[in-house]
């Protein structure tokens, strides 16, 4: 694969305590090249919610899990993937029954503002939730 962006996997233990690793990481990248301090900002705010969202409503049965961020910084942009084995769901939940936004669609919906893509899914293998976001940077 010599045409893939470079990437970094993190996974860490599904509890708040390790959020913050996550935006470490997401810093440290950010170092590599110029990244707009504003950009960093919408992008450490959008990890945040993803990750906190996988820690209080992928694992809320009392389970432990993990939580894997996948950071892949391309030409144009910066890449964050948040994934969980969790219990997952659908972006029909994320709107309680008086269109109001249930306490996860209030975090997505901080992500779909502060980043210039969103994907929301199910990972592709194992179950679980899986958040690609990204956020474009001037050249």
């Not at 990248?29 to 950009?39: C, F, Q, T, Y």
């Not at 890449?79 to 936004?101: K, R």
């Not at 209030?106 to 210039?116: E, F």
């Amino acid at each position: 694969m010599a045409d893939s962006p470079p990437a970094v996997r993190l996974t860490i233990p599904a509890k708040a305590e390790y959020i913050t690793l996550g935006r470490l990481a997401l810093t440290g990248i950010a170092h590599l090249r110029p990244v707009p301090d504003e950009a960093l900002s919408d992008l450490k705010l959008a990890l945040t919610e993803a990750c906190t969202n996988s820690v209080r409503h992928a694992y809320s049965n009392g389970s432990s899990g993990v939580v894997e961020i996948l950071y892949e910084l391309r030409p144009d942009r910066l890449v964050v993937e948040v994934a969980d084995t969790g219990s997952g769901f659908s972006e029909d939940e994320l709107v309680g029954e008086d269109d109001e936004l249930t306490e996860g669609g209030l975090g997505i919906a901080i992500i779909r503002a502060v980043a210039d893509e969103l994907e929301i899914g199910e990972r592709p293998h194992g179950g679980g939730s899986r958040l690609r976001f990204a956020k474009y940077l001037a050249d």
